[in-house]
């Protein structure tokens, strides 16, 4: 055994999907792994956390993901759409208090076209922010112009590599379809960002193993993991949801086999356990998202129950990351955070 945590912290390129499979499909060395993490990001993104605000301006969706509450066939939710003023109201708040980055998500929403994007970006980056888009999928024309714009990353989950799963879960969509956005995104320059959900129905340690070895092909530059939260509102409501151990044993084993990748302590990892988010900066992420959507927009991106932070007040989620990170000896990061990639060695 000993070998192959040597392997974890020495020959990260060549662990197999095998290897991923068995320490995923026990609890023995998890220990271990969680430490092994932790010494991976502390050497390669080191000690700053990054911070990146998040503006929720949309909870319309056309799509109909099986487990999602902003849903299309949901009809039990209070839709808003912030109009662009709005937004860029609430980015200078969020630039004032010298943030560096605004991730700008939504359902999937065509009301905003290219052009309006296109307006929101270049008007963002005059206030000096990094830029990510959290929209879905677009057209690869769109993704050139907002690109062209200036934005700098793009979030979006590949949600399970296992193609039947993701079949099941998106109905009117395939793997490879979400893998080809991926990819043309990253051509197009963008910062990537995959992930997926940790306790999906159907879901055991063969299916992570693979969103592992995917993330890994694709070179994720950004990993959102966190665990899947049945929703009452969905056709997964009486499903059981993903536990905090395997989704930090997810974000562990990601920062091992992408030692560079920007990882966030996610939402959903805060909404299962009181301190998910901050078990999860000790054992490989080095990113947290704070809730910027505005009130009284807020309680309403409803993905799944119990999401923290939406009875918080305005700018209150500001303090409580910084507050988090000090609390735990690391650092608040002041650049803009954009993956580090110089460290061309595969030694822990
Ligand atoms: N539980 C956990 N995560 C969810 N997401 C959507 N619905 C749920 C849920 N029920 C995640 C998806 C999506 C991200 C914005 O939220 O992974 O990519
Ligand atoms: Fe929102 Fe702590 S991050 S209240």
């Known amino acids: 055994m000993s070998k192959l945590l040597n392997k974890l912290k020495y020959k990260r390129d060549s662990v197999t999907l095998e290897e991923l499979i068995f320490l995923l499909s026990t609890n023995k060395f998890d220990k271990k792994i969680f430490e092994i993490a932790d010494e991976v990001r502390e050497k390669y993104v080191g000690n700053e956390v990054h911070i990146r605000a998040i503006i929720e301006f949309s909870n319309f969706c056309k799509m109909d993901c ?29 630039a004032e208090k010298n943030i560096k980055t605004v991730v700008l998500q939504s359902g999937e929403d065509p009301y905003y076209n290219t052009e309006i994007i296109e307006n929101l970006i270049i008007e963002i980056k005059k206030m000096n922010l990094a830029v990510t888009l959290s929209i879905g999928e677009r057209n690869f024309e769109e993704y050139k112009i907002w690109k062209n714009a200036g934005a700098d990353r793009y979030l979006m989950r590949h949600e399970t590599a296992d193609p039947n799963l993701y079949k099941k879960l998106h109905p009117s969509d395939t793997f490879e379809n979400r ?27 063969y299916e992570l193993a693979k969103d592992l070895i995917f993330l890994r092909e694709i070179d994720s530059d950004m990993i959102g993991i966190g665990p899947f939260i049945p929703n ?27 030692p560079t990748a920007n990882i966030p302590a996610t939402t959903a990892m805060g909404s299962i356990h009181p ?15 704070p809730n910027l959507t505005p009130n009284p927009y807020r309680p309403n991106y409803t993905l799944y129950p119990n999401k923290i932070c939406l009875f918080e007040r305005d700018t209150a989620c500001i303090n409580c990351v910084k507050g988090m990170i000090t609390n735990l000896g690391r650092e608040i990061g002041k650049s803009f955070g954009f993956r580090i990639k110089n460290l061309q060695t595969n030694e822990v």
Do not use: D, W
Not at 232 to 254: D, Q, V
Not at 277 to 285: N, P, T, V, Y
């Open 275 to 289: 301190f998910g988010r901050q078990i999860a900066l000790k054992c490989g992420a080095n990113v947290i998202m």
């Open 232 to 258: 009452p509102e969905t056709p997964l409501r009486k499903e059981k949801g993903g536990n905090l151990n395997t989704t930090l044993k997810m974000i562990a084993l990601s920062r091992i086999l992408i």
């Open 66 to 94: 099986l487990y999602c509450g902003l849903r299309r066939q949901n009809k039990n939710i209070k839709r808003y759409r912030m109009n662009p003023e709005e937004i860029l109201k609430r980015v200078r708040l969020i």
């Open 179 to 205: 893998k080809s956005h991926l990819l043309k995104l990253k051509e197009l320059g963008y910062e990537i960002g995959g992930g997926c959900m940790v306790g999906l129905p159907g879901q055991g340690p």
